[in-house]
């Protein structure tokens, strides 16, 4: 059974702060996710990455960055945390697609409050 | 560019009525979808795929290329379904990476 971990349920943080948020898979997939999912909006693509170092942008990359430094650990950081980024931080894996994509697998979701 | 539509933020429907949610694309090529689905209280999780062509938890989705339309349908709605419902379109182009297009998400309320 696919297991992706986060490191917080919900996080409160002050205007202007550095922000780590953690995501962990146990099934040695390749590539991993960070989404924001706000009402209305559904689910918007902050980074991607699909190996170990590797990363690329999604739609909206600006005031975030990501480190993966091992193939089961994908980071989210918010250099200098706004009150705009106020939002639900998904994070998701999946193999490598081949032929069609593969299922992507969800945590359970980081509240993040910038006060 | 690639988009998905779900034209409902919210649909109620009272328990043993006909559901339909629908999801919209644009996308020239020939599209892989996916209907996602998350409970109250649980995590985002894949329902169905287009191409599987199955029927998971009573729902199915056919794929219209003439209407660009992946609506997600069940015959008689139960109180379980209520839920938010993601349409998503596997992004052209991207390879081998499985990133996909998300829509905005319909509630669908199944009222008692």
């Known amino acids: 059974d ?26 040695d997939h390749e590539n991993m ?27 909206i990359p600006e005031g975030y960055s990501v480190s993966r430094e091992k193939k089961e650990r994908f980071s989210l950081i918010l250099e200098s945390a706004s009150t705009n980024q106020t939002s639900m931080y998904l994070c998701a894996s999946s193999l490598i697609a081949g032929g069609s994509t593969y299922e992507q697998y969800f945590g359970p979701g980081t509240r993040l409050t910038v006060t | 560019a690639q988009r998905v539509t779900q034209p409902e933020k919210l649909l109620s429907v009272f328990k043993g009525a006909p559901v339909e949610l629908k999801c919209n694309y644009s996308y020239s090529g020939s599209p892989e979808l996916f209907w996602y689905v998350q409970y109250s209280r649980q995590r985002l999780q894949l329902l169905l795929r287009h191409i599987s062509r199955e029927s998971i938890k009573g729902f199915t989705a056919d794929l219209n290329k003439g209407e660009t339309s992946f ?20 992004r052209p182009g991207s390879g ?17």
């Open chain 1, 2 to 27: 696919v297991k992706v971990t986060q490191s917080s349920r919900y996080l409160v943080k002050r205007t202007g702060e550095k922000v780590f948020l953690e995501c962990v898979q146990d099934m």
């Open chain 1, 33 to 59: 996710f960070w989404y924001r999912q706000d009402p209305g909006l559904g689910l918007r693509l902050i980074y991607f990455s699909y190996d170990v170092k590797m990363k690329e942008k999604g739609d």
């Open chain 2, 71 to 90: 609506h997600l349908k069940k015959p008689f709605a139960q109180e379980e379904d209520s839920a938010m419902y993601y349409c998503a379109l596997s």
């Open chain 2, 96 to 112: 081998n990476t499985g990133k996909l297009i998300f829509g905005q998400g319909t509630t669908l309320q199944v009222k008692p």
